[in-house]
């Protein structure tokens, strides 16, 4: 069956009832769902283009969100397309992670030829950014003129079927150092692992308070300190909690709050997605050791398979994992004199695309 591709600009009721739909016949990520695209796209106000892929009786085999932006680079702003992002920093802090089409289920290589061919007729684009996908997603294969990994980073995650192999005991699969820095925190903190409370709809109002009083002036471009990202991870979790797609965890013990996690669960698998510590009580106190030790033992005796940290390179992150994925930010680019004389000028520099 032929299918066809194009862009449009739906209406937010069509676009909801198009993507719901969709995404019931599909396997996509949690960052493909509905539940993140509607938060992201209603808290910053946003419309980027509807790449749709139909077969031959209107029906959508896939749909993604196209955002076009003049984008800076070393010699000037250039039109850039990014895969289910705006384009715009400050609107793309909700890093989408395992990004790309949502596609019905076993249509995947066909559809996604099809968004491949759209995507270059347009012809008001230099630059395709495409963050967060997998290694050899399909759109990788793009025709382009130049390409560009400009980052890569694990994914670093625990095996749940791991700890329930080994009785529970998470860890006993660590190494003997971070093993040594967790026990001696629930030493500081007289006892076993903080408990674990999971959080309703009334919670989410003075937990997500907490969190940001908790992560307040502690980052440098902290994102809890931007307005529009405290109210895209409260729309989040207001629509995610109802079905569990969404968590809010909070962990405690006698001294008091240890720390809150903001969490997603897709398919068997819980990603920590934000995250708020209280301070150390004592010089070698490990909060955020604690909170995600227990979060381990909380998922492992709910059945889940994984627990994912997400995308980033922090130490903490590796020193808590027993496996890992790998995810890849890419810009591909068409041909531009400019963009020509860019890539000479970077070679020069020994400059990446990314700086």
């Not at 019931?24 to 960052?31: E, I, M, N, V, Y």
């Not at 308070?209 to 992560?215: I, V």
């Not at 004592?282 to 604690?290: A, E, F, I």
Request: aromatic share 8%; charged share 20%.
């Amino acid at each position: 069956m032929t299918l066809s591709a194009t862009f449009s600009q739906p209406d937010r009721a069509a676009l909801a009832q198009r993507w719901q739909a969709l995404e019931a016949r599909a396997q996509g990520s949690f960052f493909l769902g509905w539940t993140w695209v509607s938060a992201w796209i209603d808290s910053y106000g946003l419309r980027p283009d509807l790449l749709t892929v139909t077969d031959e009786a209107g029906r959508d085999v896939a749909l993604a969100l196209m955002g076009h932006a003049m984008t800076p680079r070393l010699l000037g702003p250039v039109a850039t397309l990014s895969l289910n992002q705006s384009g715009d920093a400050q609107a793309d802090r909700p890093y989408v992670e395992y990004n790309g089409l949502l596609i019905e289920a076993g249509r995947e290589a066909e559809a996604s030829a099809a968004a491949m061919a759209a995507i270059m007729r347009r012809r008001d684009w230099r630059a395709l950014r495409m963050s967060g996908v997998e290694p050899g997603a399909p759109l990788l294969a793009m025709q382009a003129h130049r390409r560009a990994r400009v980052d890569v980073s694990p994914v670093y995650q625990v095996d749940l079927d791991a700890v329930r192999a080994a009785d529970g005991d998470y860890l006993a699969l660590l190494s003997s150092n971070t093993r040594s820095q967790i026990r001696r925190a629930m030493k500081d903190h007289g006892g076993p692992l903080p408990t674990v409370t999971v959080g309703g709809m009334d919670d989410v109002t003075p937990w997500l308070a907490e969190m940001a009083a908790m992560n307040g002036g502690r980052h440098v471009d902290n994102a809890w300190d931007d307005a529009a990202f405290r109210d895209f991870v409260a729309t989040i979790a207001a629509r995610g909690l109802p079905s569990g797609a969404v968590e809010l965890l909070r962990f405690t013990d006698a001294g008091g709050v240890v720390g809150l996690l903001v969490n997603f669960v897709h398919r068997g698998v819980a990603m920590n997605y934000q995250s708020a510590f209280a301070s150390p009580r004592t010089g070698k106190d490990k909060p955020g050791l604690l909170c995600h030790a227990a979060a381990v033992g909380d998922y492992a005796g709910r059945g889940l398979t994984r627990y994912s940290l997400l995308a980033g390179k922090d130490r903490y992150k590796q020193s808590l994992a027993t496996c890992e994925e790998v995810l890849e930010w890419w810009v591909l680019e068409r041909f531009s004199p400019r963009l020509e004389a860019e890539a000479l000028l970077r070679r020069m520099l020994r400059r990446p695309v990314s700086a």
